[in-house]
Each structure stands twice: as C-alpha cells, then as structure tokens.
C-alpha cells in the first residue's frame, strides 16, 4: 500500500498522466481486491473519479464483499451504476453482485439482478448462470436453483456444488446425495468443497450409514483430507451418534484449526460429556489455538447440560479476554444454565443486561424454567412478552398452559386453550426421521403416507399394549387440544418420534441401534415410552433431538431425564 500511495500521488501530480482513468483503474482493483489493499482507500479513490467504467464498478462490488463482516454496501455500488447509465454491467458485474447478495441473504435485491441477467442478455452465460444458481441456493429458495441447475447446458463443477450444497444446507440429505451419484455419472469428478457439503448433508440428516459410506468413498478416491474435511467428518460422526469414532479421526489429524477443536468440544457437548468437552477445552488453549465464538457456545452448552454453574460463569467472564462479544445464542446457553440450576431470578437479570432484545427461544428458556419452579407472576410477564413476539407457535401456548396447570390455576389453563383457539394456532409439526438402507425415511404426526403405514401402525398397537403392560399411563397433558382422554392417547402414539422408532423396530435386528432424528424437543411421554421401549424389546435407541442426543439403553437415558 505504501508503494501504491506513491505511485497514486504521483500520477494526481503529474500533468504528463494523462488520461488518468486506465492507471487509477487499476490503483482501485488493486486497493480493493488484493490480500494487502485497503478498501477504505479503495472508497476515496472511487469517489474521486468521476467517470468510473464498469472496471472500476466491477471491483468495488467484489472488493467490498470480500470484507468481513460484509454489507449490502456492494448493491449501493451496483445500483449506484445502473442509475449513472453511462456504463452497462458485463457478466462479472452480474456475477460479483449475486454473490453480494448471497452474502447477506438479499433475496429480493438478488432476484432483480436475476432478471437483469436477460435485460443484458447474459441469461445464457454459463458463469452468469452459475452465479444466479449460486444466489438461489445459499438464500435457501431451492426450487428456483434446481430450475436454474437444469437449464445450464455445461454444467462445472462449481454448479455441482452449489447445487448440492444447497440441498444440505436445509437437510434435504437424500436429494443432495442422488444428486452426488449423478455427479459421478456424468464424470464431474468431486472436490474437498463437494465432499464437505455432503458430508454435512449427512450429519443433518443424523444419517450415518450414508455418511460412512461417503467417507469410505473419500478414502477411495484419494480425495484430500484437508483440515475443512477432516473436521467436517469429526462434526458428521459427532452428530450421528459415534463419539468413539469422531475422537479417533479427531486425533489421527495432523493440524487442527479452531473449527476442528469447536467440532469436537460441541460434539462432546451435544453428548452430554461435560467433562470431555471442558477437558478438551483447556488441550486447546494449551496447543494455543484461539477459540471462537462455536468453541464457547461448546463448552457453555456443556455446563448447561451438567449444571456447572459456576464453569460455566466462568467461561462467559472469559470470553471478553478472546475479544468474543456474546451473541443471542452465548446469551441463550448462559440463560439455560441458570434456569436448569433453578436460578431464575438471575437468568432473568442477565436478560435484562442484553445488548439486545431477546429472541423468542431465551424468552421460552425463561418460561420453561418458572413453569419448573411454579412462578406464576414473572411466568405470565414473560409468556406475554413471547407470544408478542411469536404469536403462533403452539409450544407457547403449551408452556403457558402447563405453567397455569402447575399453579392448579385451571380457569386459566381454558382460558389459554381458547386463545389459541381463536388464533388459529397450529402446532410446528413433529418430524422424525430414520435412516434404513441409505435412504431418509421422514414421518410426522400421525402420518399415514408412508408405503409401509399399515405395517407401522400395527406395530404401534404392538408396542401400545406392551408399554401398558409395563405399567406405563400416558401424560395426556403435555398434549393441548381438546380432546377426549382416548383421544389424546392416541395422538400421543402417533408422535414422528414414536413413528420412526416403530420403523426402526420392524425393519432393523439388534444389535443395530436404532438412530432417530427430531426437529424439535422429545416430548416427556415419549422419552418415558423410548425407555420402556429399549427395554422390551431390547434394543439400543438413540434420539438426537433439536437440543440434545438421547441415548437410550436398558430402559434408562443418557441424559438421566434432564434435559
Ligand atoms: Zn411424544
Ligand atoms: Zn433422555
């Protein structure tokens, strides 16, 4: 930059330059995209010219979103162009500026650029194309990118990827895989960037045979197992239930980056292996590897887990000497911690501290924990803050209700029955899903599209009568709905989770352990029923569910029902 300092004042200086557009040009790619530049001197050297041409367009709208933290500063830049008119945006521009908007997920600034692509007539650019793919898919609308997929005639293997990476990043595990195996068809041989994408297509999913399969296929390939891959395969086999086998590759690595340490602090978290994760905390400070914000969300998930208060207090005081500002989910560990050890008063002071406002789930954190403790008052202030901010998501309505009926404040439990009622509130649907033979099978409640319904369904009568048998009565109440008692019970045995796991019993032999996935938290009857379950029929189950992993053998859970 110094050099280049000189170099610019001298051509401001020296009448003999001139024209001085061609070299300032090529001063501002410099400045704004290159490793030792300086975008700040980027911005005052482009709004000097007065004239730019779509060079000079073209590197601000990359450079400024190659900074960290990146904002839609690069869509001014773009916008900023087509209002000037004098210079048309080629294909790079195009290009640069979806991937801006992919950046920071501006989906309908993107879109508009999309349809600029045929305004401009670069529609049919594969690089254009590739790039519009690119946007669809990291915005999540996958539909669109799998349309735009299909009309790229050569499709390279940055396409390949995008696409498959933007099936896993919303779990869609089985269209991101078949799209891999027809990646091989047409001989688009993969990289580490296809490898990592499938492999946390299966540590979503929770879908392990597939994820070793993939990993063998690695081996085979002789694909390099780079720092990136390694640690997304310890993050797949954490994720999928195989500690044993995470911690293994974890210490086959040769070097470890940060992101490997926090795969496997969180893994162990995830587990309910406090110890290892804190243990494995202080190797990583000793091997003087810096620790992120995952690394803490890690260990003060661990202490959450295992009621280390004080750790885990201590861990929050530290993170300001790593320079790590506390985010809403740091905020909703530590709020978790203090509820689970009953200490809701000071949850609810560190709440009020926040820089910013909370979200619904610290907000339902904090409910959770006066509906355990039976405080009414603060219980109500807080439900009502939550359902402003979430009106319409049944598990609220739930906890208030609950939180009333362990007041036996009853009038009120019908009068929050109604309100949901007259909101039309419908439940986040239950998902549960069970890898069998390398294919995802997904259930909801009550779900009878699958092609063995009838088979399940018997096998859920099976296990109904034989839990009863047991001893077992259902706790009809944590089902809100007006129902009758029979009726209740039934909708408790048509749970996803109970639907995967009767599943999961009619087409697998112990010992293979049966593995179930959850969108959201295990319900408590069908914890109780899993261990019952594991019990009769003898049989390893282990549920991951949105917060934890359940680990279910003998009748009795890793989680010693804390969770
Ligand atoms: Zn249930
Ligand atoms: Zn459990």
Not at 201 to 208: E, H, R, T, V, W
Not at 258 to 282: N, Q, R
Not at 474 to 480: D, G, K, R
């Given at each position: 930059m110094k050099i280049v300092r000189q170099i610019h004042s001298h051509i401001l200086t020296n009448p003999l330059y001139s024209p001085k557009h061609y070299a300032l040009?090529?001063?501002?790619?410099?400045?704004?995209?290159?490793?030792?530049?300086?975008?700040?001197?980027a911005r005052r050297v482009f709004s000097k010219i007065s004239y730019p041409n779509v060079f000079s367009y073209n590197s601000m709208i990359r450079g400024s979103s190659l900074i960290e933290n990146p904002s839609k500063e690069p869509i001014t830049y773009y916008r900023k162009m087509l209002r000037k008119g004098y210079a048309n945006p080629n294909s790079f521009t195009l290009a640069f500026a979806l991937k801006a908007c992919a950046v920071v997920s501006a989906l309908g600034e993107g879109r508009q650029i999309h349809s600029h692509t045929f305004r401009y007539g670069f529609d049919s650019s594969p690089f254009v194309q590739t790039a519009v793919l690119n946007f669809y898919a990291k915005c999540e609308e996958i539909s669109v990118a799998q349309q735009v997929f299909d009309e790229i005639p050569e499709k390279n293997l940055i396409a390949w990827s995008a696409m498959i990476s933007g099936y896993a990043r919303i779990g869609m595990v089985n269209e991101a895989l078949s799209l891999f195996r027809e990646m091989q068809k047409v001989d688009v041989r993969p990289d580490e960037v296809t490898m990592v994408s499938v492999i946390?297509?299966?540590?979503?999913?929770?879908?392990?045979?597939?994820?070793?399969?993939?990993?063998a296929f690695i081996d085979k390939n002789g694909i390099n197992l780079d720092v990136e891959l390694s640690s997304a395969l310890v993050d797949m086999y954490a994720k999928c239930g195989c500690i044993e086998k995470a911690k293994t590759l974890f210490d086959e690595m040769p070097e470890r980056d940060?992101?490997?340490?926090?795969?496997?602090?969180?893994?162990?978290?995830?587990?309910?292996?406090?110890?290892?994760?804190?243990?494995?905390?202080?190797?990583m400070e000793k091997a003087k590897v810096r620790p992120n914000h995952v690394t803490f969300i890690g260990v003060l998930c661990a202490c959450a887990h295992s009621g280390l208060v004080s750790e885990g207090q201590q861990f929050w005081s530290s993170m300001h000497t790593f320079g790590i500002e506390p985010?809403?989910?740091?905020?909703?560990?530590m709020v978790d911690l203090l509820c689970r050890a009953g200490l809701i008063e000071e949850a609810y002071s560190l709440v009020e501290t926040m820089p910013f406002s909370p979200n619904s789930i610290i907000w339902r954190t904090l409910l959770v924990g006066c509906k355990n403790k039976g405080i009414l008052d603060k219980g109500e202030f807080i439900a009502e803050r939550l359902l402003k901010l979430e009106p319409l998501n049944a598990e609220n309505y739930v906890l208030l209700s609950n939180l009333y009926a362990s007041c036996s404040r009853w009038e009120k439990v019908s009068y929050v029955r109604k309100k949901m009622k007259e909101s039309g509130v419908k439940a986040v649907p239950g998902c549960s899903s069970i890898e069998v033979d390398g294919f995802v099978h997904e259930f909801v409640m009550g779900d009878e599209s699958h092609p063995e319904a009838k088979e399940i369904k018997e096998m859920l009568r099976d296990i109904c009568e034989k839990v009863r048998h047991a001893g077992h009565e259902?706790?009809?109440?944590?089902?809100?709905h007006d129902l009758g008692e029979e009726e209740k019970e039934n909708t408790l045995c048509e749970h996803s989770e109970r639907l995967a796991i009767a599943f999961g019993?009619?087409?697998t032999k112990a010992p293979v352990v049966i593995r179930v996935v959850k969108n959201l938290r295990v319900c408590a009857d069908c914890h109780e029923v899993t261990k019952i379950i594991s019990e009769l029929y003898n049989r390893e189950i282990i549920v991951r569910d949105r917060v934890r992993f359940h680990r279910i053998v003998n009748g009795s859970c890793s989680c010693k029902d804390y969770w």
């Open positions: 040009t090529k001063i501002l790619a410099f400045c704004a995209l290159s490793p030792f530049g300086d975008i700040d001197y946390s297509a299966c540590a979503k999913a929770g879908a392990l045979d597939l994820g070793r399969w993939v990993h940060t992101k490997a340490w926090s795969a496997m602090v969180v893994g162990y978290a995830v587990h309910g292996l406090a110890e290892d994760a804190l243990e494995l905390f202080s190797r985010s809403m989910e740091h905020y909703g560990c259902p706790w009809t109440s944590v089902v809100l019993l009619l087409k």
